[in-house]
Every structure is written in structure tokens, then in C-alpha cells.
């Protein structure tokens, strides 16, 4: 067992008495997304400019920004810090943007406004992060340590994209009034891996033809315990032999850190599944606000199950507490913010951060123009496929949070993310 170490209000992560004990799972239903419909409150204004490119030469798309362990933004002498997913669409592997996925990097930006970002360049250096590239994740700051640990997903290469989770620590971070350098070689370590019980494999899903999800790991303390704790997005295993609606099992999953330098951990069961509703529940993240828990995620509209519908979005629920099976969805349907009709695929990759008593949703630039479907972009020719994708950051949206009820009130900056902002602290 881990000692307990005094702390001032926040306790340290301890298996102490008031651990949190795995509990049940809340649910996403047919009957929620039979709720689904866009209307003013949820839909994004179509996107009316050119956003600048951030990078250089890189194609940019998930993206978060370095908080500290209690979840608000992290800053080094006014210079905020965001990491995002980027490929070089010069190297072979990239010939079109729907390709960046299987060259994904993580790179990261500078500002000192939130919303005019700097490029810093490649985050984990090359011949040291594990797997074969490097997917989505979340990074937090530690002062005492002067560390920042990258939480990121080692994903193999296509079409075997088998997903484990890694933190990687170490490194030097340097402020100067011109910018921002990250350094230095880290140590990686893989965290989590997919048990075949509660989180399905690779293995498994290749199997029975489904999809593997094991992912996009996002780091919060536990606003009562202290506990340092995890959620990704996975799938639960349902055993399914033909695909039928059971093929169709995403999850977010939960892990708890049992090592103070934060490089063990243990599976906990998912807070929420979604078995025969829809395959990805990705990014999830969370908001605490008045004691409530807002849990965030996003989803493709090709994802869901035969039968059911959605929008590319981004989806939340509010509970009381972590494991709260009665959480409830946000509007009943669970849809925070939609692409618009004219635009269904503008925007991906929502990252909700507490604002005030509203929120800002971070998104990047995905694909503009007619477009009836995800799966039909690759029967374009590869100029068109290049010219119609944004790759860059793409407007904010500041949403009013309130209750279980949620609406969008305004469009903010290209990429701006709220200096002050973080993930709230339930009334700390
Ligand atoms: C969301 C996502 C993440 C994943 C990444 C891979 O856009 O699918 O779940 O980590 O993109 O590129």
C-alpha cells in the first residue's frame, strides 16, 4: 500500500478509505438518440472564413491544452500550452488527409492569448514513444515535479491498430518572451491495456468483426478523494458472433493510478456503455460544476448502430458522482453540439472546458463542402480530398451549462481556449 502523504485540501493519490469502489454503469440508449434533433440550442453556426492554419506544415487535429493536476490551464509566464494531433502530409504514409491517422504525431503550440497559437514542433521524440504512432491523450503539469505527463494512446499502424495506453514523463519545459521549448527525452511506460473482460481487445473484435477501441486516455484528479484516475474511450466485450446491434459497444472506460509517479495503474469498469447504440464514444473528458459531473464525449454519425441516428457531435450527461447509473443525458438526447445541416462535417473533436458557469468547446477543421458521408471522402480524387479538408483549428463555441441543460450561445475565436478556464472543481 501507498503512504499517505499530508497535503493541504486536496488529498495525494492514496488507496485510502474514501477510494472510489468501482461501481455500475450508466447507460446511453436508443431511447436518448431516438431524442436526437438539431435545433437552434445545439447547432454549431456554419463556419463563415478561412481559419489560419496553425501549423506551418503539418495537418492539425485533436487537440488539448496542459492543465495542472487540479484541472485548470496550466500557464508559464502568460504563455498557455495546447498539444495536437499532426501528420506531414509530405511523408508516403500521408497521400490524403484521411490518412493522417495512421502518421499521427503529437505536436505543440503556444499563446499568449488563447487564441493566436505558435508552433513549438513534435512533443515525443521519435525513436522513443511506443507503438507505432501516437493518438489522442491529455497532458498535465505538476510544479513541485516541474514535469509534464503526456498521456497519450501507442497505437499500432493499419489495418492491426491495436490501441494501449502510455504516459510518457520527463523532459524540460523553457518560457522566454518569445516562446515556449519543450525538451529533452521522457520515459515512456504503457499504463493500460484492454482486459478482455471489461474492455474488449483487439483480438476480440477482430474476431467477430467489430471495432477496437482502446484510447484517447484523459487525466483529472477526483474533485473529493484526490485520487489521480483516467477515462478512455472502449468497447465492451458483448460476445457478439454476427454482427447484429451488440456489435455496436462503445464505452467509456475508467482507470485509478496505484503508484505515485503515475506509471501504475488498474483497470476500474466503465462508467458508461453504449452497447447497441453506437461503436465510438470518443475523447471523453469531464466538466465538475455545483457538485454535478458532466461527462463529455464525441461521435461520428457513421458509428451508430443500424437503425439509429446522430450527428457528427459532441455528447454529455450529468450525475452526482462518478459510477451513477441514473446519470442523466444532457437535453434528454444527450447532444450538446451538432454540425449543422449545410455543413455536416465542418467541425470534429469537441473538448468542453468549464468557463465561468459556461463552457468552451475546442474543435478542429474537418472536411467542408457536399459531403454526404465520412466513408465516401476517399472516392474523390486525392487534390479534392486535400483541398476540402481544413486541418486546423476551427472556431470555439462558448455553451451555457445549466443543470442538465446546455445552448449554444456564441461563436468564439479560431482555436481559443479560455485562459481561466479548466475542467471546474466542484465548488472548491
Ligand atoms: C478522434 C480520434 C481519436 C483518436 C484520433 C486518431 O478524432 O478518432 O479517438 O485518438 O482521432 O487520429
New binding site residues.
Given amino acids: 500500500a501507498l503512504g499517505v502523504t499530508a497535503s493541504v485540501g486536496i488529498p495525494a493519490a492514496t488507496e485510502s478509505a474514501v477510494a472510489v469502489e468501482g461501481g455500475e454503469s450508466a447507460h446511453w440508449t436508443e431511447e436518448h438518440v431516438e431524442e436526437i434533433e438539431l435545433t437552434d440550442d445545439n447547432t454549431a453556426p456554419v463556419i463563415d472564413h478561412e481559419p489560419d492554419q496553425i501549423s506551418e506544415d503539418r495537418l492539425v ?2 487537440t488539448w491544452p496542459l492543465r495542472n493536476r487540479d484541472g485548470s490551464m496550466a500557464q508559464f509566464n502568460g504563455w498557455q500550452i495546447i498539444f495536437s ?1 499532426t501528420a506531414d502530409p509530405n511523408r508516403p504514409e500521408v497521400d490524403v488527409p484521411g490518412d ?2 495512421d502518421w ?1 504525431r503529437i505536436s505543440y503550440f503556444y499563446s499568449r492569448d488563447g487564441k493566436s497559437w505558435q508552433e513549438g514542433g513534435v512533443v515525443l521524440e521519435e525513436d522513443e514513444f511506443l507503438g507505432d504512432q501516437t ?2 491523450g491529455s497532458a498535465m503539469y505538476d510544479p513541485d515535479e516541474e514535469q509534464i505527463y503526456h498521456f497519450y ?1 501507442a ?1 499500432d499502424s493499419f489495418p492491426d491498430v491495436r490501441q494501449r495506453l502510455a504516459v510518457a514523463v520527463g523532459g524540460s519545459i523553457e518560457t522566454g518572451p518569445h516562446g515556449v521549448e519543450i525538451t529533452g527525452p521522457q520515459e515512456h511506460h504503457i499504463i493500460g491495456e484492454a482486459d478482455g473482460e471489461m474492455y474488449q481487445t483487439f483480438e476480440q473484435g477482430d474476431e467477430q468483426g467489430m471495432a477496437h ?1 482502446f ?2 486516455p484523459w487525466y483529472f484528479q477526483h474533485p473529493e478523494t484526490g485520487e489521480d484516475l483516467l477515462v478512455f ?1 472502449g468497447n465492451t466485450p458483448t460476445g457478439a458472433t454476427v454482427p447484429g446491434q451488440d456489435s455496436w459497444n462503445g464505452n467509456i472506460g475508467v482507470m485509478r493510478a496505484t503508484s505515485d509517479d503515475l506509471t501504475e495503474w488498474e483497470l476500474l469498469p466503465p462508467v458508461l456503455e453504449a452497447v447497441g447504440v453506437n461503436q ?1 464514444l ?2 471523453p473528458h469531464y466538466i465538475f460544476q455545483n457538485g454535478n459531473w458532466y461527462l463529455f464525449f ?1 461521435t461520428h454519425e457513421h458509428t451508430y448502430a443500424p437503425g439509429l441516428q446522430g450527428p457528427e457531435g459532441l455528447h454529455g450527461f450529468v450525475g452526482d458522482s462518478m459510477y451513477d447509473p441514473d446519470m442523466e443525458p444532457l437535453n434528454e438526447s444527450s447532444l450538446v453540439i451538432a454540425n449543422p445541416e449545410e455543413e455536416p462535417f465542418q467541425a ?2 469537441w473538448d468542453a472546458m468549464q468557463h465561468g458557469s459556461n463552457m468552451v468547446a475546442q474543435s478542429f477543421l474537418n472536411f467542408r463542402g457536399d459531403i454526404d458521408s465520412l466513408d465516401t471522402i476517399g472516392d474523390r480524387s486525392p487534390e479534392e480530398q486535400r483541398e476540402i479538408f481544413g486541418g486546423t483549428l476551427a472556431p470555439s463555441l462558448k455553451v451555457n451549462l445549466d443543470g442538465d441543460e446546455t445552448r449554444i450561445v456564441t461563436e468564439k475565436a479560431d482555436g481559443y481556449v479560455p485562459p481561466s478556464g479548466g475542467r471546474g472543481g466542484n465548488g472548491r
Fill in positions: 487535429w485533436d494531433l493522417r491517422h499521427a493518438w489522442a494512446t497505437a477501441a484510447r484517447d474511450e465510438e470518443e475523447r464525441i470534429y473533436s
